[in-house]
């Protein structure tokens, strides 16, 4: 089944307010500068978002944050090179953080895609991480129960895609678009190549084309890091 190439603004027309939205990163291989950019052209707000981090700068998920949009931030990395407009909302009581250690954020968001309700770790335990969660003792050491991650949408960079959905991803993309791409209802994804069916090797396919949505095509895309440092400014 072919999965349509659309246009961004078309991509992100029905994301509502309220929404859960999973937004890949890990760097810039990994940031949809592109999609976060026409999610503040849309105009949702209060959207909870879950990402590594909280933004950089003045572009991508940081300008989300900047022009309050966002209502909670789901994150493991909340102090980035540069997340003055998360940590100016933060201090003045505008914006909730739940902080996630990184391996748990990335787990829960996979049981989300497996449809695993809960499991336990044994990160965090001991810590303020842990506190009001259920903790269980197995073969003599404690773990803590954590709960799925599920999304309304999911916003994840890659780097090819065929008209099926299938992707590969580039260098550090791979470490949260896979599992993001499992745990959303609509997964939207930006790609600098679109390739018809067959091109690419079937054992080179990383997220299968049944978690894939709609492809937006952005043959030039951004690297945040490379806007962060230039000190640009969106929108």
């Known amino acids: 089944m072919e999965k349509p190439v659309m246009g961004i603004a078309e991509a992100l027309a029905d994301v509502p307010d309220g929404a859960t939205v999973l937004v890949g990163?890990?760097?810039?291989a990994g940031s949809p500068i592109e999609l976060v950019h026409a999610l503040i052209d849309q105009g949702a707000r209060d959207l909870t978002v879950v990402n590594n981090n909280a933004g950089n700068g003045d572009?991508?998920?940081?300008?989300?944050?900047?022009?309050?949009?966002?209502?909670?931030m789901i994150c493991s990395f909340p102090r980035s090179a540069n997340p003055k407009a998360f940590t100016e909302l933060y201090l003045k009581g505008e914006i909730e953080l739940e902080v996630v250690p990184q391996g748990t954020l990335a787990e829960r968001i996979r049981a989300g895609g497996a449809g695993i309700p809960a499991f336990y770790t044994p990160a965090s335990v001991g810590t303020p991480l842990a506190e009001g969660k259920e903790v269980r003792t197995f073969d003599g050491r404690d773990y803590v129960m954590e709960h799925w991650i599920r999304a309304d949408y999911a916003l994840v960079k890659a780097e090819t895609a065929d008209r099926a959905g299938n992707l590969l991803y580039n260098m550090s993309a791979r470490n949260?678009?896979?599992?993001?791409?499992?745990?959303?209802?609509?997964?939207?994804?930006?790609?600098?190549?679109?390739?018809?069916?067959?091109?690419?090797?079937?054992?080179?396919?990383?997220?299968?084309g049944i978690f894939v949505d709609?492809?937006?095509q952005v043959a030039d895309p951004a690297q945040e890091e490379l806007l962060f440092a230039e000190g640009a400014v969106y929108p």
Do not use: H, S, W, Y
């Open 25 to 28: 990163g890990f760097g810039g």
């Open 59 to 72: 572009v991508g998920l940081a300008a989300l944050i900047r022009e309050r949009r966002v209502r909670k």
């Open 176 to 208: 949260f678009g896979p599992v993001m791409c499992m745990a959303a209802q609509t997964t939207v994804v930006q790609v600098r190549n679109v390739v018809e069916p067959g091109a690419i090797d079937p054992e080179a396919v990383v997220t299968p």
């Open 214 to 216: 709609r492809i937006v």
